[in-house]
């Protein structure tokens, strides 16, 4: 499986749709939450089953700028892509366990990212890599509590 991206070199690939499902935040029950983000809806070039890979990128304000969180994967390492397989109708499930599995992390099954955080502003910036060498970018967007009703924000308020 070919994961030669270039990271550097941001360059959308317009053969592939990469609809991204965007992020909720979940209030704590008094202060801090958690991100977590939906897999995007990446699709093949041709039509057949071919890999693709995501990585989401967590950032939070600080100092008057997005800054990306401890927690956050570094794109540049290819350890923390996750590695699915897409056709032209998106991601194919890949088994089940007690979820659906779309993606692995490594040669493990992964759920959607999520990241436990303190108080503060978040942003997710997704990144989609193919089997041509050639990586995407985006902000995610913010979800509201009805799962597919964007918001049309790119960042939320944990108290």
């Known amino acids: 499986m070919k994961r030669a991206f270039d990271i550097t070199a941001i360059n959308p690939d317009t ?3 990469y609809p991204e499902k965007g992020f909720r935040c979940f209030q704590g029950p ?3 939450g958690s991100v977590t983000v939906m897999w995007p809806s990446l699709t093949s070039l041709g039509g057949g089953a071919e890999p693709v890979f995501f990585v989401a990128v967590l950032y939070r304000w600080q100092n008057n700028a997005w800054q990306p969180y401890k927690q956050a994967p570094a794109p540049t390492n290819p350890t923390t892509w996750y590695v699915g397989v897409s056709n032209s109708a998106g991601p194919i499930n890949l088994g089940t366990i007690t979820y659906p ?8 099954p992964a759920l959607e990212p999520n990241f436990g ?4 502003y978040y942003a997710v910036l ?3 890599g ?3 060498g050639r990586v995407s970018q985006q902000w995610a ?4 509590s009805n799962w597919y009703q964007p918001t049309n924000t790119t960042y939320c308020t944990i108290r």
């Open 101 to 108: 599995l779309y993606f692995y992390l490594g040669t493990a």
């Open 15 to 17: 053969a592939h749709a």
């Open 117 to 120: 955080v303190p108080a503060g």
């Open 141 to 144: 967007t913010l979800q509201s």
């Open 30 to 32: 008094t202060t801090g």
């Open 130 to 132: 193919f089997t041509t």
């Open 126 to 128: 997704e990144y989609y």
